[in-house]
């Protein structure tokens, strides 16, 4: 059998290392920071932020054929009242309800919904992120 080839830490950290090092991470001659603080300081700093449009766009595809996928399974499986409780959107949304057109609609303003939510929800967190950090 063949032995493989492992390299070591610090080629490894090398590779991943950023080629600019931000402000906020240049070491100075009295700085006794280890290179392994440094990097994983860059890593979360990178990580934990969310991209708060990316973050709406997906909460708002979600919601959005959530909705569109309900109303159209009631609208299929039918019956004597189509989704009594489904129906009570119509109340938030104007124009939807319970049929195939009114799935569309809801579609959209699913979208509209979950994107605010979900930009909303991102970009508090980001805020309270900094806020940590600034503390």
């Given at each position: 059998?063949?032995?493989?080839?492992?390299?070591?830490?610090?080629?490894i950290?090398?590779?991943?290392?950023?080629?600019?090092?931000?402000?906020?991470?240049?070491?100075?001659?009295?700085?006794?920071?280890?290179p392994?603080?440094?990097?994983?300081?860059?890593?979360?700093?990178?990580?934990?932020?969310?991209?708060?449009?990316?973050?709406?766009?997906?909460?708002?595809?979600?919601?959005?054929?959530?909705?569109?996928?309900?109303?159209?399974?009631?609208?299929?499986?039918?019956?004597?009242?189509?989704?009594?409780?489904?129906?009570?959107?119509?109340?938030?949304?104007?124009?939807?309800?319970?049929?195939?057109?009114?799935?569309?609609?809801?579609?959209?303003?699913?979208?509209?919904?979950?994107?605010?939510?979900?930009?909303?929800?991102?970009?508090?967190?980001?805020?309270?992120?900094?806020?940590?950090?600034?503390?």
């Open positions: 059998m063949g032995s493989t080839v492992r390299p070591n830490r610090r080629a950290q090398r590779s991943i290392q950023p080629s600019v090092t931000p402000p906020s991470l240049s070491r100075t001659a009295g700085d006794t920071a280890s392994d603080a440094v990097l994983r300081q860059v890593i979360m700093t990178r990580v934990t932020q969310l991209d708060a449009t990316v973050h709406g766009l997906v909460t708002g595809i979600v919601l959005g054929l959530s909705i569109f996928i309900a109303t159209n399974w009631l609208v299929v499986k039918g019956g004597e009242v189509v989704g009594p409780h489904l129906s009570l959107l119509g109340q938030f949304y104007i124009g939807y309800s319970a049929t195939f057109v009114g799935s569309f609609i809801g579609l959209g303003y699913g979208f509209i919904t979950g994107f605010a939510l979900g930009w909303f929800v991102a970009a508090l967190y980001n805020w309270l992120l900094r806020f940590r950090k600034e503390r």
